[in-house]
């Protein structure tokens, strides 16, 4: 079992920064691709970023340019830097941890950028 700790959500003015954290802890052996989602009320849970466990990274069109994603293999962490953030970037965003075939998924943690 994986259990997946997020942090680093909050309130911030457009154009401000945050920077989400999600530790993998559990039964882990190797490197495995990671990825950030969001939701936001009314819509369906989309992918932002994602990660593979040789680092190559992508991006949702809505994100590129202001997000980054990262990850500390030592420390079973992927990050997320979020930058010039918009009001259409308020969701609860999750971090999830790929095994296949499982799919593990933290609990989410609320972004909110007001205008």
């Known amino acids: 079992q994986v259990q997946l700790v997020e942090s680093g959500g909050g309130l911030v003015q457009a154009g401000g920064s945050l920077r989400l954290s999600c530790a993998a802890r559990g039964r882990i052996f190797s490197i495995n691709p990671m990825g950030w989602y969001r939701q936001a009320p009314g819509k369906q849970r989309e992918v932002v970023a994602s990660?593979?466990?040789?680092?190559?990274?992508n991006y949702a069109v809505s994100v590129k340019g202001r997000f980054t994603i990262s990850r500390d293999n030592a420390k079973n962490t992927v990050y997320l830097q979020m930058n010039s953030l918009k009001p259409e970037d308020t969701a609860v965003y999750y971090c999830?941890?790929?095994?296949?075939?499982?799919?593990?998924w933290g609990q989410g943690t609320q972004v909110t950028v007001s205008s």
């Open positions: 999830n941890f790929v095994n296949s075939p499982s799919i593990y």
């Open positions: 990660i593979t466990s040789d680092g190559s990274t």
